[in-house]
């Protein structure tokens, strides 16, 4: 038998001569651990000597004996064996079962009992409410329950308001003492963006062993024992004393996982049953979809504001790319050659001087718009303005054969546009302006 080193944890071996550890929850011995892989060992019981023969399956994590990383080991009575960080002792005695057998009885509230639900598309999570729910009445009321969900979810514009609405609903749709949302991140951890029981916020961690099983299998969870259950009884969900639990994976159109469901009690034991399972698989799928409409729209928004950003200093092909773009800003920048123009406005003081500030700021205005577009034109990036000057390049990011052809084009049309607005200028009995 294996005895957690926290003492909190056994693991039969008896019953099979060679036995799976892993976290996939199908494992001879599985365990519901981010450091565990999902086939992270094999152990093989010697039939003649108090012996585990240890093969570690390549492992992300490793295999540790006595705290050596192994390929291949023996496991003597009182060694310590280590699955990536999730430590065991070896001891000897009459074996003491403790995984769930699928004659448990759900009323038995002793026993440990975990079903999984394959998440299926959301019409079919939708039909099987109307299956699984006893009695025509409760299946009414709860797909109707369902439809208020969604139209509650659909009326939302930002995303944080909708997480809020999500747990809002989770605690009127279920008997839970906490409810718990997380997203997927950018680098594909699951990050807790809601968590609290019904006075408000709590600081304690969603179980780890749960929440992870379900995202990266995609099954919703139940169990009305998760302390006791070798599958989902993780360090978090020792310490917090996790009774029953349910979760659902969050499963976005191209079935990537956007995240989690997870709702538990902490006082009693089989509180939900399967058809609370079934409810909550529809409810994650009408969260999924929602969820992931105001990610597109967050992540619209701010390609929308990025390429307007850009757009004050390139043009919008210009822009448009470098929106775009996936590579690494370089720290330092990149050395490379570009074309600088300057031009500003001759004897501007003596002008500004003789007109009031407003009119020579609308006229300065005029003249920057008219100067900058003839810029964008010829494809060059405005830099800056410096009083009432125009700094302007070409070269970066993109550089070209024809940047100082491009850069005298530019001059050129700047002068003629001038020409164009002093004539006008000259009509409206403004004062005219003269650039170098």
Request: charged fraction near 25%; glycine fraction near 6%.
């Amino acid at each position: 038998m294996l005895q957690s080193v926290a003492g909190d944890r056994r693991l039969s071996l008896a019953g099979r001569q060679a036995l799976v550890v892993g976290r996939d929850p199908v494992s001879d011995l599985p365990i519901l651990d981010p450091a565990v892989s999902r086939r992270h060992a094999e152990l093989r019981v010697d039939a003649r000597e108090p012996l585990v023969h240890v093969t570690d399956f390549g492992s992300r994590n490793g295999t540790w004996i006595n705290n050596a990383r192994i390929t291949r080991g023996v496991l003597r009575p009182g060694d310590r064996i280590a699955f990536g960080t999730v430590a065991f002792t070896l001891e000897e005695g009459a074996p003491t079962p403790v995984r769930a057998t699928p004659a448990v009885s759900s009323s038995d509230p002793g026993t440990t009992l975990l079903r999984e639900r394959v998440v299926p598309s959301r019409d079919q999570a939708l039909a099987d409410v109307a299956r699984d729910t006893e009695g025509t009445e409760r299946a009414t009321q709860r797909l109707t329950q369902l439809v208020r969900i969604a139209q509650r979810l659909g009326a939302f514009g930002d995303l944080d308001g909708l997480l809020e609405a999500i747990a809002s609903e989770l605690f009127d749709t279920f008997d839970a003492d906490r409810v718990a949302i997380l997203l997927s991140a950018s680098d594909g951890l699951l990050e807790t963006r809601v968590a609290r029981d019904r006075r408000g916020a709590i600081p304690r961690p969603v179980p780890r062993a749960i929440a992870h099983g379900v995202a990266e299998r995609q099954v919703a969870l139940l169990t009305n024992d998760a302390s006791s259950d070798a599958r989902t009884a993780g360090e978090s969900v020792l310490q917090q004393s996790v009774k029953s639990a349910m979760a659902a994976p969050l499963i976005g159109e191209h079935r990537a996982t956007l995240g989690v469901l997870y709702v538990d009690h902490l006082r009693d034991r089989a509180v939900f049953d399967d058809d609370d399972l079934a409810l909550l698989v529809a409810f994650a799928g009408i969260a999924a979809s929602a969820v992931e409409r105001e990610t597109a729209g967050q992540q619209l928004q701010q390609a929308t504001r990025v390429r307007e950003n850009f757009e004050r200093y390139f043009t919008p092909r210009v822009a448009a790319r470098i929106a775009a773009a996936t590579s690494r800003v370089v720290p330092g920048g990149v050395r490379q050659p570009v074309v600088v123009l300057f031009s500003d406005i001759r004897g501007f003081t003596a002008i500004a001087e003789s007109l009031p500030p407003a009119q020579m700021a609308n006229q300065l205005n005029e003249y920057f718009a008219a100067m900058v577009d003839c810029v964008f034109r010829h494809d060059g990036a405005l830099d800056k303005f410096i009083g009432d000057a125009i700094m302007a390049y070409w070269g970066a990011p993109e550089a070209g054969d024809d940047d100082a052809a491009r850069a005298v084009a530019a001059a050129f049309d700047m002068r003629r546009r001038l020409d164009a607005l002093n004539a006008r200028w000259r009509t409206d009995d403004r004062p005219e302006l003269h650039a170098g």
